[in-house]
């Protein structure tokens, strides 16, 4: 299937690595080019050589926290590239713990980067976009179940698929996608870490993997051929929606 993404530009945050970085290579490889953006300055820089070099990916040093980001990115983007044509908005996972026992001060930071970094992001660029655009929100399964131990991301994510559903309703008479992306159990650093807070993390991936049907972990270029899929124009009709990518993790119709 040709997705239709040759040549089209796209900025991605938080892709220096993971998922983020999954969907840049996807991207690429079908032929569009991307702005990635991570705090790591090192890393960013070494993930746009890794696609490629300047022809097809350029690094940007940000953080969604900043509210000169979004604008940062689409000007990247156009200065660069001449044009954009998307975004997948992916920002860290907030703290681990239970939601009672979780301090006001974590709470506040978490959602002035996850809740509202994403919320600024999504409304800046989708308001460049030209008709065709599509925005991709990285969130997680626990928008539809809450997860064990994620309090923090129980509370957040549900609310995020609120509001991009709110946006992809103003934006949508425009030819402007928000799709939400749902990522199950994949293994990234972020679930290495959740993995390793246990104190047995053997053990912690082996009752993971036990209750997903699949009976294993994804992979993060599995999550970026779905993200990549729902951000070209191939995705045209999809809007205002969340897609799961969790091996069937989910137990909800």
Request: negative net charge.
């Given at each position: 299937?040709?997705?239709?993404?040759?040549?089209?530009?796209?900025?991605?945050?938080?892709?220096?690595?993971?998922?983020?970085?999954?969907?840049?290579?996807?991207?690429?490889?079908?032929?569009?080019?991307?702005?990635?953006?991570?705090?790591?300055?090192?890393?960013?820089?070494?993930?746009?050589?890794?696609?490629?070099?300047?022809?097809?990916?350029?690094?940007?040093?940000?953080?969604?926290?900043?509210?000169?980001?979004?604008?940062?990115?689409?000007?990247?983007?156009?200065?660069?590239?001449?044009?954009?044509?998307?975004?997948?908005?992916?920002?860290?996972?907030?703290?681990?713990?239970?939601?009672?026992?979780?301090?006001?001060?974590?709470?506040?930071?978490?959602?002035?980067?996850?809740?509202?970094?994403?919320?600024?992001?999504?409304?800046?660029?989708?308001?460049?976009?030209?008709?065709?655009?599509?925005?991709?929100?990285?969130?997680?399964?626990?928008?539809?179940?809450?997860?064990?131990?994620?309090?923090?991301?129980?509370?957040?994510?549900?609310?995020?698929?609120?509001?991009?559903?709110?946006?992809?309703?103003?934006?949508?008479?425009?030819?402007?996608?928000?799709?939400?992306?749902?990522?199950?159990?994949?293994?990234?650093?972020?679930?290495?870490?959740?993995?390793?807070?246990?104190?047995?993390?053997?053990?912690?991936?082996a009752d993971a993997e036990a209750s997903?049907?699949?009976?294993?972990?994804?992979?993060?270029?599995?999550?970026?051929?779905?993200?990549?899929?729902?951000?070209?124009?191939?995705a045209s009709y999809l809007t205002g929606?969340?897609?799961?990518?969790?091996?069937?993790?989910?137990?909800?119709?």
């Amino acid at each position: 299937m040709d997705l239709g993404l040759t040549d089209r530009v796209y900025v991605l945050t938080g892709a220096s690595r993971g998922l983020g970085y999954a969907t840049a290579q996807s991207l690429v490889a079908d032929g569009a080019r991307v702005v990635l953006s991570a705090r790591d300055p090192d890393a960013v820089a070494a993930a746009a050589q890794q696609l490629g070099g300047p022809e097809h990916a350029v690094g940007l040093t940000a953080d969604l926290t900043d509210p000169e980001t979004p604008g940062q990115l689409v000007a990247a983007a156009q200065e660069h590239f001449g044009r954009l044509d998307g975004a997948l908005i992916s920002v860290g996972g907030p703290p681990a713990g239970n939601a009672a026992a979780i301090s006001d001060e974590q709470w506040r930071l978490s959602f002035e980067t996850v809740f509202l970094g994403t919320i600024r992001a999504v409304r800046t660029i989708a308001a460049a976009l030209p008709e065709g655009g599509a925005i991709g929100l990285v969130l997680s399964t626990s928008a539809r179940g809450p997860v064990p131990g994620l309090g923090i991301s129980n509370g957040l994510r549900p609310g995020l698929v609120g509001a991009a559903k709110d946006i992809a309703d103003d934006y949508g008479p425009r030819g402007v996608r928000v799709v939400g992306l749902l990522p199950g159990r994949i293994m990234t650093d972020r679930n290495r870490e959740l993995f390793a807070a246990t104190g047995d993390p053997d053990r912690a991936r082996a009752d993971a993997e036990a209750s997903i049907p699949l009976r294993r972990l994804g992979d993060p270029g599995e999550f970026g051929r779905v993200a990549a899929f729902v951000l070209s124009p191939a995705a045209s009709y999809l809007t205002g929606i969340t897609v799961p990518v969790d091996g069937g993790a989910l137990r909800g119709l």
